[in-house]
C-alpha cells in the first residue's frame, strides 16, 4: 500500500533561516504533490502544488521540489518568521476526485 | 465569503450514542470528504461524495454512516460500532471537474470526545 513518510520529529530552527521538510512516499506515482499548512485546533490549508512533470514550484518564501525518481519532495520556507510555526502536511494525489493520501506532518517551530 | 463551515466545533458524547457532524459548503464545489485525524497518525479517509445522492467508502468507513441529499451538505454519522470514536474529524471539498488538480479546502473541524 501507499506510504507517505515526515519526519515525526518537530523541527526548530531560528528566525531568518531557511526552514526544509522532507517528505517521502513509497509504492505510489502521484500525479500531483501538494503541502498543507495546519495550526493546532484548525483545519488545514492548502499552501502549494507540484505536478509530476515539475521540479520545481516556488510562491513567494516558499519552495517546493519534486524528485520523482528518488520519490521525495522538499519544502523550504526562507526568511522563516515565527509566524509560520505550524505542522506543515505533505499530501499526495492523482487529481479530479480521487482520494488524496496524506503523512503525519512535521511540526516546524520557528524560534525568534 | 465561501467556506465550510463544521459543526459542533466540540461535542462529548457517550458510550453506545451515535452522533452526527455537520458539514456546509456554500464553494459549489462538487466532491465532498471526511477524514478523521488522530495524534501521531495522517487523515486517514472516512468518506467522500463526488456527486449528489452518491458516495464512496475511504479507508476506514467502519462505524460512520453518511448522507448527501444535497450539494452544500455532507453530515458524517458516528454510530455505535465506531470503537474508537474519539479524535478531530476534518470535513472538505475540492473544486472543479475531473481535471481538477485535486486541492482540497477544509473546514476547522469538530473534535469529538466520548466519554
Known amino acids: 500500500s501507499q506510504k507517505i513518510e515526515q519526519n515525526s520529529e518537530a523541527l526548530n530552527i531560528q528566525e531568518g533561516k531557511t526552514a526544509t521538510l522532507t517528505c517521502n512516499y513509497t509504492n505510489y506515482s502521484p500525479a500531483y504533490l501538494q503541502w498543507y499548512r495546519q495550526d493546532p485546533g484548525r483545519g488545514p490549508v492548502f499552501l502549494l502544488l507540484i505536478r509530476e512533470n515539475e521540479k520545481e514550484k516556488r510562491k513567494e518564501r516558499l519552495k517546493v521540489t519534486f524528485d520523482t525518481t528518488l520519490k521525495q519532495s522538499l519544502f523550504h520556507i526562507t526568511a522563516s518568521q515565527p509566524a509560520d510555526s505550524a505542522t506543515y502536511l505533505c499530501?499526495?494525489?492523482?487529481?479530479?476526485?480521487?482520494?488524496?493520501?496524506f503523512g503525519i506532518g512535521t511540526k516546524l517551530q520557528v524560534i525568534p | 465569503d465561501g467556506g465550510i463551515t463544521q459543526s459542533p466545533k466540540y461535542l462529548f458524547r457517550k458510550e453506545g450514542q451515535n452522533v452526527t457532524l455537520s458539514c456546509e459548503q456554500n464553494l459549489n464545489h462538487d466532491a465532498m470528504y471526511w477524514y478523521r485525524q488522530d495524534p501521531g497518525q495522517g487523515l486517514r479517509l472516512i468518506y467522500y461524495s463526488q456527486i449528489v445522492n452518491d458516495f464512496q467508502k475511504g479507508d476506514i468507513a467502519e462505524g460512520y454512516s453518511v448522507s448527501r441529499e444535497k450539494k452544500e451538505s455532507f453530515p458524517l454519522t458516528v454510530t455505535s460500532a465506531q470503537k474508537n470514536p474519539t479524535a478531530f474529524y476534518l470535513c472538505?471539498?475540492?473544486?472543479?471537474?475531473?481535471?481538477?488538480?485535486?486541492?482540497?479546502?477544509f473546514g476547522e473541524g469538530s473534535r469529538l470526545t466520548v466519554l
Open positions: 472538505a471539498s475540492i473544486d472543479g471537474g475531473l481535471a481538477h488538480t485535486g486541492e482540497l479546502f
Open positions: 499530501a499526495l494525489s492523482d487529481g479530479g476526485y480521487q482520494k488524496v493520501t
